[in-house]
């Protein structure tokens, strides 16, 4: 396989799973997503190097590349966004914890003491 062959075999590689890393995070599917970042870290050495044979600006992928880029970043803000979502459901279910136990602390009993009387 000639560099070009091979350096678009790996960008095609990578331009699937990055849609499919989409589709984990649109579904919460976060082995998935482990997965996939596992699959992709292990093109970085393959795809750097392939990419080595050309200069910056002779760059026959340059289309292709910003295309992966934009996906990338919105990759990037969905799981942002899932983040904050996250962090914002966890504060509120402590909070209702919270809530909860100062209800509780209200309305219970008192705790029954273990002396009657002093003897």
């Known amino acids: 396989m000639n560099p070009t062959e091979n350096a678009s075999s790996l960008l095609q590689q990578w331009l699937e799973m990055t849609r499919a890393e989409a589709e984990a995070i649109q579904s919460s599917a976060w082995q998935r997503i482990a997965e996939i970042q596992s699959r992709k870290a292990s093109l970085r050495q393959p795809l750097t190097e392939a990419f080595q044979h050309w200069n910056p600006g002779e760059l026959p992928f340059r289309a292709d590349l910003g295309r992966l880029i934009a996906l990338e970043s919105r990759n990037a803000q969905a799981l942002t966004d899932r983040l904050k979502k996250a962090r914002e459901q966890h504060l509120a279910l402590e ?19 273990a002396w009657n009387t002093y003897s």
Do not use: C, G, K, Q
Request: hydrophobic share 30%; glycine share 0%.
């Open 95 to 113: 909070r209702a914890s919270h809530n909860l136990r100062n209800v509780r602390r209200s309305y219970a009993p008192a705790p029954a003491t």
